[in-house]
């Protein structure tokens, strides 16, 4: 279930906590973050690649028509992979991206957490849930210690996915709320 939880930053005292679409959509958009749920595909969790893309074809290339991005592609992270430690570490520290990270979640659930304005926003996404970070923004992801999503990405050049660290400590003092 989606779920977004605001902090203020500075004095680490929760702002919000709900579970209703409309309502993370909203706050979400404020701050520049596009949110949206999309009709789940009656496919298995561990469907292959292929199969997910050609279930939301209609979506993706909707959303691909809207933003003018270029592609898209899955990717799958199980509690058994070999890297899942490492995967997970290069993605737990505050970064930013010089292109927009667009996720859709097939499967799984992982958290997207910003800071923005003196807040912080934990948006917990499962199955159906689409975000979208804009370029630039201070963020984090985590999906937990025992990671298990498949999620569609999409994108228009891969190079702008490389984090650039900001240094603080941010996720240190607000760490997701993977559960």
């Known amino acids: 279930m989606s779920r977004l939880t605001i902090w203020d930053a500075s004095?680490?005292?929760?702002?919000?906590?709900?579970?209703?679409?409309?309502?993370?959509?909203?706050?979400?958009?404020?701050?520049?973050?596009?949110?949206?749920?999309?009709?789940?595909?009656?496919?298995?969790?561990?469907?292959?690649?292929?199969?997910?893309?050609?279930?939301?074809?209609?979506?993706?290339?909707?959303?691909?028509?809207?933003?003018?991005a270029g592609t898209a592609d899955v990717i799958k992270l199980t509690p058994d992979h070999p890297m899942k430690d490492a995967m997970r570490a290069k993605f737990l520290s505050e970064h930013t991206?010089?292109?927009?990270?667009?996720?859709?979640?097939?499967?799984?659930?992982?958290?997207?957490?910003?800071?923005?304005?003196?807040?912080?926003?934990?948006?917990?996404?499962?199955?159906?849930?689409?975000?979208?970070?804009?370029a630039n923004s201070r963020h984090w992801f985590d999906a937990g210690t025992e990671p298990n999503f498949a999620v569609v990405r999409v994108f228009t050049d891969t190079t702008g996915w490389t984090p650039h660290y900001t240094g603080t400590d941010m996720a240190e003092r607000f760490p997701a709320a993977t559960a």
């Open 97 to 134: 991206h010089t292109e927009d990270e667009v996720r859709f979640f097939h499967a799984g659930t992982g958290n997207f957490v910003l800071h923005v304005d003196g807040k912080v926003f934990d948006a917990h996404c499962g199955p159906g849930d689409l975000i979208s970070v804009p």
């Open 11 to 68: 004095s680490n005292s929760q702002v919000l906590v709900t579970e209703d679409p409309a309502e993370i959509a909203g706050n979400l958009k404020a701050i520049g973050v596009r949110f949206e749920q999309w009709p789940r595909a009656d496919l298995p969790a561990d469907a292959d690649a292929d199969a997910i893309l050609a279930a939301y074809r209609p979506q993706l290339d909707a959303f691909l028509s809207s933003t003018g």
